[in-house]
């Protein structure tokens, strides 16, 4: 890796006496995109959540732009240029969709342009039309594409993203692919885990399969298109 900015090295982890991680290791580059694929209950949302701090790490390291951040609390590693787009969204709903995005404000990094509601609803036009809509009256796609927005106001050096596309209508789909490839044209460095292949392809540059906490392998998307056996093995439902 020429310049990584997060650094995964052979983490344990799980919920109370359950192992669920097993030694995982991943390397993502600065401006690059990494998919973290695998089946439901892989360990793909296990990982993203040790590594934002939301589940204890048991053993091993998390290195992020230069620190060691295993086990740190989640607004520290936030600080200090992580992102996190959960599966479940987690918006505020009693607030509007540019009240949203200002709670999310924070300055920028690394001399980039910063992120404004108005650059975000150039990715994002669906809720420029929205700005003074309740969150809550949002459906789930639009509310995911907030939930992206809000993170991206924060002005991270990388984020991780549950599950993007899981659920979405097509056309919501394609505007995620969109926000993900703006991102990693902007410097941000992405890990996202992801079920879909043909997701996965259009976005990343890197994957990573985990089967029961486990990588099983870790290549260019490229070689993992052209692998049918890991696929069969691994994403095949």
């Not at 108005?118 to 995911?144: C, D, H, K, V």
Request: net charge negative.
């Amino acid at each position: 890796m020429a310049d990584p900015v997060l650094e995964v090295s052979g983490i344990t982890a799980g919920y109370g006496p359950a192992e669920v991680l097993f030694g995982v290791d991943l390397t993502l580059e600065r401006g690059a995109v990494a998919a973290l694929m695998g089946r439901n209950g892989a360990g793909k949302s296990t990982t993203l959540k040790a590594i934002m701090g939301l589940l204890p790490v048991r053993g091993g390291r998390i290195r992020f732009a230069g620190a060691e951040i295993a086990n740190w609390a989640p607004y520290r590693i936030a600080r200090a240029g992580l992102g996190y787009v959960p599966e479940d969204r987690r918006i505020f709903t009693d607030l509007t969709v540019a009240e949203n995005l200002e709670v999310g404000r924070r300055a920028a990094r690394g001399g980039r342009p910063p992120w404004t509601p108005e650059r975000l609803y150039e990715i994002f036009p669906n809720l420029a039309e929205m700005r003074g809509r309740s969150a809550a009256a949002m459906s789930g796609g639009e509310q995911q594409m907030l939930t992206i927005a809000r993170t991206l106001m924060g002005n991270p050096d990388a984020v991780l993203l549950d599950e993007p596309s899981e659920g979405l209508a097509p056309v919501i789909v394609e505007l995620m692919a969109e926000a993900v490839l703006r991102m990693k044209a902007e410097g941000i460095a992405v890990l996202l885990s992801e079920q879909s292949l043909d997701f996965a392809a259009a976005v990343a540059d890197r994957a990573y399969v985990i089967e029961r906490g486990s990588i099983r392998f870790a290549g260019s998307m490229e070689a993992l298109e052209a692998d049918e056996a890991i696929r069969t093995t691994y994403l095949t439902v």
